[in-house]
C-alpha cells in the first residue's frame, strides 16, 4: 500500500495514536487502513466413499490437486462460499454436512475452513479454474501432489476419520508451506 | 474506495474481465482491489457459573454490555484474536475451551466467533474501551442492554446449554440488527 484509497495522497506506516501495531495511515485525511485476515472456504465433497478432488489451473500451485476452495466474498457466509467454490471448480452442487476443519495459516495471514459434504446427484466436471476434477477412492489420493498443507491435514485426517465414523471439528494451526 | 493504494490514481467499481463481481479496479496499473468478510473473534469467559461482560466505551453501541470480541489481525491466530480481545477489554486472562458460535453477518460482511473459555485467577478490570466489566449470573444477564445480535445468540444458547451441559459448536446466520 502506497496511496490513500480515500483521498489519493501518500501513506505512511506507523503505529497510530492509542493503538499498539503498524498500520497505513494517512496524514492528510486522517484515515486508517486496517489490514485482516482472509477466510478460505471449501468442502470435502463424496460420493461412493471417493473424494473429489480438482488439479489447479492457477498459480500458486498449478498442476497440484487441491479440494475446491477459494476465498470468501462479501455479502455471503462461509457455508455459502464453499457451496459456491465447489460450483465454480468442480461444476459439483452439494449438500453440506458441517465444519470439519478450521486452520489459521497466520503467516499467510489467512483461515481455512473445510466443510464435509456430499455431491447430490454424483455429476461433477472441470471448471475454469481447474484442469481436471476426479473422485478418488481413499486409498489412491495423490498426497505428493497436493497443492496446500491445509488440503493435506484436511485429507488426513478424513482418511482417519472415515475408519472410526467420528468426523470431530478440528482446529489447528499451519505454519510451513510445501516442498516443491 | 476513491483512489488505487498502489499508484494512487482514480480507481473504477467494475466487474473485471474473467470475473463476476464487482470489484475496484485501477486501470493505470491493472489492480484489482479485493475486498472480504472480516473474522471478530471473542469469549464467553466464566468464573463460578458467572459470566464475564464488559460496557462499551466506544461507538458502535457506546454504554451496551458485550462479550470480550474485536477484530482478527495479521499474523494472529482466532484463539489467540480471542484470548486478546478479552485481555484488552477485561483485564482477563482465559483458558479456551473450544469454538462455541461462528454467526455469520453478511450485511456487515464479517464473521463473529465466540470459544467458551474460563478465567484462569478469577481476576478482571475495565479495558480501555470498557467503560465497566462485571460477572453475571445467568439469571442476570442485561438482556435489554447487550450490544449486538451476536453477543445475545450466543449468550442464549449458551443459558440454555449450561442446563444440559453440552455445548455443541453452533453455526448460523443473523439478518437483523439490534433496535434502540
Redesign the interface.
Known sequence: ???????????THRIPE?DN?HR?VCDHCNSI???????VAGTVPVWNGQVLLCRRAIEPRHGYWTLPAG?????????EAAIRETREEALAEVEVD??YT?L?V??I?Q?HMFFRARLKDGTFGVG?ESLDAQLFPLADIPWQELAFPTIRETLERFVRDTETGEFP?H?G?IRYRMGK
Do not use: K, Q, W
Request: proline fraction near 7%; aromatic fraction near 10%; include cysteine.
Open positions: 500500500m502506497n496511496y490513500c484509497s480515500h483521498c489519493g495522497n501518500p501513506v492509542g501495531r497505513y487502513h486496517y489490514e485482516n485476515p482472509r477466510i476465498f470468501m466474498e462479501n455479502t455471503e457466509t462461509t457455508v458441517g465444519l478450521m489459521h497466520p503467516h495471514d483461515v475454469e471439528l482446529i494451526d
